[in-house]
C-alpha cells in the first residue's frame, strides 16, 4: 500500500485510474462483502455471540487456520526451492515440470479431492506404505493439510520465479569472491531479496486454504469436533437454511482472514525496505 | 500482490495453455462430481419445425436432486411425447441437479424454476416458506405429492464377509458403518430417522434406548461425506467400511455400474418410507404462463407410463399394477413414515437443527 504523494507524477491520468481502481474493488469485492456484514447484522449481539462462541465452529475455526498455516509454510520452504531449480537450472522436461506448476490452479477441486483421497486412504498406495509407519493421513488434520499444500503450492511458486528471474547472479558472484561460504550468501544475499515475494506467496496460499472447500470435504472425514472445516460448518447452515448463521461464522472468518493478511503485508512491506533484522 | 499479476501478464501463453490442457485431460479422465448442471432434453419431434398455426413451443425448468439424473432423463422424453400428442405444443424441460438443500436455495434465491422435485419436503416447505409455492402444495397431488418413493438399504461386499443382516448388526465393534453427514445430506437424513425408528420399534418406543443406539451407530462411522454421491465413491471406490447406508436406488446403481461380483444389497427388517415430494413452484409457474403444463408434467409422473419409468429406474412405484410388475426387484421391508417423527419439520427440529439430537451425539465427544 503506497501513499498518495502530492508530487506531479510523469504520467497523467491519475484521477481516471484511480476512480476506476476504486469503481471496480467496490463492484466485484466491496459490495458482495458487504452483503455478508448485511444478512450477518440481522443478528443481535448475543444471537451472533452464541453462534460463533459454539464450541464446534471454535474447534472449525482452529483447525482451517492451523492446517492452512502449516500448510502455506511448507508450500514456502518448497516452492522456493522448486522456483530456483526452474529458474536457475537448465536440464530436460523442465518446460513440462513448469506446466505441471499450474495444475492445482486449473484442476476443479472437488477432482483433486477425489484423486488425494483416493491415493492416501489406508487402500491407497501412499495411504498404505504411511500405514506401515503407523500414519494415518485421509480423514485426519494432516489430510486437510496435505491437500490444502496441493492447492497452495502454485502461488509461492509463481510469485518467486519472476523475482529469481530478475536477480543479477554477479551479486552472488560477488559475495562468494569476498568469501562468503554459500550459506552465507544465501542468507545474506539471496534471502533478503526473495524474501517480498516469499511472503506474498505465503500469504495467497494461506488465503487460499482458509477457504478452500472443494478439495477438503474429500479428505477430511468432516468428524464433528474433529475434521471440520469452518467451511463445511457454513455449509451446514446453509443446509438448515440458516442464511445468517452462516454468514456470522462467514464474517468472522473474513475478519480473521483479513487481519492475518494485513499483518503478512505489513511484515512483507519492512522486509522490502529493508527494516528487518537480518 | 501486483508481483503475481506481473508473472500473470509476462506468463509464457503457450506454457500456460499446456498447464491447462494437462489439466483437463486429467479432470475428464478422473470425471468431475457433485456440482449441478444442467441438460436440456430436445422436445420429442428434434427441431422447432412449428407452423404458424401450432401453438409455441414452451420450455420446463425442473430444479431437482442428484440421485434422478437418470430418471428425469428417461421421464422428460416421455412427457414430451405426451404432451406433444395432446396438444400439439413442443415441450422442452431443462433439468437442473445437485444436493436437495442447495437446489432449494438457488430456487429461493432466484432460480427460476417451473417445477421442482426434491429429496423431502422440508426442502419444498422451505421454499413455501418465502411465499414462492402455495402452503398447501403437498395436498395438490395424491400420496403427499410424492408419485414414487423410497427407502434405506444396506450395500455391503461380496459375501457380506462381516455377516450383516440386519440394524442391530451396524453397532458391533468390528463394524465399519458408510453414511453421509446428515448435517448436509439430505439422503443421510432418511438413514438416520430410518435407524432412530427401528431402535424405537425395537424398545416400544423409548427415545433414550434410541438416541443410545443411534450414538452407537455412529461411532462406526470413520468418515462423514457431505453427500450421498461421496460415502459411495468412499465404500466402492477406497474400499473404506463394511457397509454403506444407502438409497435404495443408488444401491442398486452401484451394483449395476461397478458390477454384481462386488457388492450386494441387504435388505433390514424394517426402514423407512422415503417419499420424495414434487411441486409446481406457483409463482414462477404464474409469471411465465407455464402452470397447465407444469401441473400436466407433475401429474404425468403418476400415469402408467410415469410410474414404469420411475420403476425401471429403481424408484418405488405408487401404482399397484406397475409395482405388481416390478415385484421382484422390489422385496417387501416393513416401512413406517415420517409421521412417526411428527412430520418433517419437528424432525429437522429435533434431530438436525444446531445442539439437536445428532449434534448431542457427536459433543461433548473430544
Given at each position: 500500500m503506497t501513499r498518495v504523494r502530492k508530487k506531479r507524477s510523469v504520467l497523467p491520468g491519475f484521477g481516471l485510474s484511480m476512480g476506476f481502481t476504486l469503481l471496480y474493488l467496490s463492484l466485484i469485492v466491496l459490495v458482495p462483502l458487504s452483503a455478508a456484514f448485511l444478512k450477518t447484522s440481522a443478528l443481535s449481539w448475543d444471537q451472533f455471540w452464541k453462534i460463533i462462541l459454539n464450541p464446534r465452529v471454535i474447534a472449525s475455526y482452529k483447525l482451517s487456520f492451523y492446517t492452512s498455516f502449516a500448510a502455506a509454510l511448507i508450500n514456502a520452504v518448497f516452492g522456493l526451492l522448486i522456483a530456483w531449480v526452474l529458474v536457475r537450472y537448465r536440464f530436460p522436461g523442465r518446460r513440462i515440470i513448469d506446466g505441471m506448476i499450474d495444475i492445482p490452479f486449473a484442476l476443479p477441486t472437488a477432482v483433486a479431492g477425489i484423486a488425494l483421497t483416493t491415493i492416501y486412504a489406508e487402500k491407497g498406495w501412499m495411504g498404505g506404505l504411511l500405514k506401515e509407519l503407523g500414519i494415518k493421513v485421509a480423514f485426519t488434520p494432516l489430510g486437510i493439510m496435505v491437500a490444502l499444500t496441493f492447492i497452495g503450492l502454485p502461488f509461492v511458486v509463481r510469485t518467486l520465479q519472476p523475482v529469481i528471474e530478475e536477480m543479477e547472479k554477479d551479486v552472488e558472484e560477488a559475495a562468494a569472491s569476498l568469501g562468503a561460504y554459500r550459506w552465507t550468501t544465501f542468507r545474506r544475499v539471496i534471502l533478503p531479496e526473495l524474501l517480498p515475494p516469499l511472503l506474498t506467496g505465503f500469504a495467497l496460499a494461506f488465503a487460499r486454504g482458509i477457504g478452500e472447500y472443494g478439495s477438503v470435504v474429500f479428505i477430511s472425514g468432516?468428524?464433528?469436533?474433529?475434521?471440520?472445516i469452518a467451511p463445511l460448518l457454513i455449509m451446514t447452515k446453509l443446509e438448515q437454511f440458516d442464511y445468517t448463521g452462516a454468514t456470522a461464522i462467514a464474517v468472522v472468518m473474513l475478519l480473521i482472514s483479513f487481519l492475518l493478511l494485513l499483518a503478512i503485508n505489513f511484515i512483507q512491506w519492512k522486509s522490502s525496505r529493508g527494516l528487518l533484522p537480518r | 500482490m501486483a508481483l503475481f499479476l506481473k508473472k500473470a501478464a509476462a506468463g509464457r501463453p503457450y506454457k500456460r495453455g499446456a498447464a491447462l490442457l494437462t489439466a483437463l485431460a486429467l479432470a475428464w479422465s478422473l470425471a468431475g462430481c457433485g456440482s449441478s448442471d444442467t441438460t436440456t432434453n430436445a422436445s420429442?419431434?428434434?427441431?422447432?419445425?412449428?407452423?404458424?398455426?401450432?401453438p409455441k413451443d414452451v420450455k420446463l425448468t425442473n430444479v431437482s436432486y442428484d440421485p434422478t439424473r437418470e430418471l428425469y432423463d428417461a421421464y422428460n422424453k416421455a412427457f414430451a411425447k405426451y404432451w406433444k400428442d395432446k396438444t400439439g405444443q413442443n415441450v422442452t424441460v431443462e433439468q437442473s441437479h445437485g444436493g436437495s438443500g442447495a437446489q432449494a436455495r438457488a430456487v429461493i434465491d432466484g432460480?427460476?424454476?417451473?417445477?421442482t422435485t426434491l429429496a423431502l419436503a422440508y426442502d419444498i416447505d422451505s421454499i413455501s416458506d418465502k411465499g414462492?409455492?402455495?402452503?398447501?402444495?403437498?395436498?395438490?397431488?395424491?400420496d403427499n405429492s410424492s408419485p414414487y418413493t423410497s427407502t434405506i438399504v444396506f450395500l455391503v461386499r461380496k459375501g457380506n464377509p462381516k455377516g450383516i443382516?440386519?440394524?442391530?448388526?451396524?453397532?458391533?465393534?468390528?463394524v465399519k458403518v458408510i453414511t453421509p453427514n446428515p448435517k448436509t445430506s439430505g439422503g443421510a437424513r432418511w438413514s438416520y430417522l430410518a435407524a432412530w425408528g427401528y431402535a424405537l420399534k425395537k424398545n416400544n418406543n423409548d427415545e433414550a434406548k434410541a438416541k443410545e443406539y443411534v450414538g452407537k451407530l455412529f461411532k462406526n462411522v470413520p468418515v462423514l461425506d457431505t453427500g450421498a454421491r461421496g460415502s459411495t465413491t468412499t465404500f466402492v471406490?477406497?474400499?473404506?467400511?463394511?457397509?454403506l447406508l444407502s438409497w435404495e436406488n443408488e444401491a442398486y446403481l452401484s451394483l449395476n455400474q461397478l458390477g454384481k461380483d462386488r457388492f450386494e444389497i441387504i435388505n433390514p427388517s424394517v426402514s423407512i418410507l422415503a417419499e420424495p415430494p414434487v411441486a409446481v413452484v406457483d409463482k414462477v409457474a404464474d409469471k411465465r404462463g407455464t402452470r397447465e403444463v407444469a401441473q400436466a408434467y407433475l401429474e404425468y409422473l403418476y400415469s402408467e407410463e410415469g410410474q414404469k419409468i420411475a420403476a425401471e429406474n429403481y424408484y418405488r412405484p405408487r401404482l399397484q399394477s406397475i409395482a405388481d410388475q416390478f415385484k421382484d426387484k422390489f422385496p417387501k421391508i416393513e416401512l413406517f413414515d415420517i409421521s412417526l417423527f411428527g412430520g418433517w419439520a419437528k424432525a429437522q427440529q429435533t434431530?438436525?437443527?444446531?445442539?439437536g439430537v445428532f449434534d448431542q451425539i457427536y459433543i461433548p465427544s473430544k
Open positions: 468432516n468428524m464433528p469436533m474433529k475434521t471440520e | 420429442a419431434t428434434g427441431g422447432g419445425s412449428s407452423q404458424a398455426s401450432a432460480l427460476e424454476a417451473d417445477v414462492l409455492i402455495n402452503k398447501d402444495w403437498q395436498t395438490k397431488l395424491k443382516k440386519d440394524w442391530e448388526d451396524l453397532i458391533k465393534p468390528d471406490e477406497k474400499g473404506i467400511g463394511d457397509v434431530h438436525f437443527s444446531d445442539g
